[in-house]
Structures are given as structure tokens and as C-alpha cells.
């Protein structure tokens, strides 16, 4: 199935949402995107060594 992708501007659903008499969307109770990268970072880390280790091309897991 193909897919189809619509771009859409700022201004255009400012004033979609001003035309349905829609606000903007209420602050979410749940921690900011700083807090969250800080408590996911160790993680996040972790991960990404795994992940070039074991994806290098010179380098495979066969080959110990």
C-alpha cells in the first residue's frame, strides 16, 4: 500500500483549530523532555554501544 503524506502548515491548523473554536492543547501532568532524556541517558547509552559492537561491518559476533 502506498503511502501518502500530507504536509501541513502552522498557520493552517491554527486556523483550523481557531475556525472549530478548538484551543491549544493543555500541559500534560508527566515530566518535560529534559527530564525525560535524563532518566532514560543510562539506558539510552547502553544501547548504543551494544548496538555499534555489534553492527560494525569488521566486526561480527561469529567471529569469537
Known amino acids: ?6 504536509w ?3 498557520s493552517s491548523v ?3 483549530l481557531h475556525r472549530h473554536r478548538l484551543g491549544p492543547a493543555t500541559r500534560r501532568s508527566g515530566p518535560t523532555w529534559t527530564e525525560f532524556l535524563r532518566a ?3 539506558g539510552l547509552l547502553a544501547t548504543d554501544f551494544f548496538t555499534v559492537l555489534g553492527w560494525q561491518p569488521t566486526h561480527s559476533w561469529r567471529d569469537n
Open 1 to 6: 500500500m502506498p503511502q501518502s503524506r500530507v
Open 8 to 10: 501541513v502548515s502552522a
Open 14 to 16: 491554527r486556523r483550523i
Open 40 to 42: 532514560q541517558a543510562g
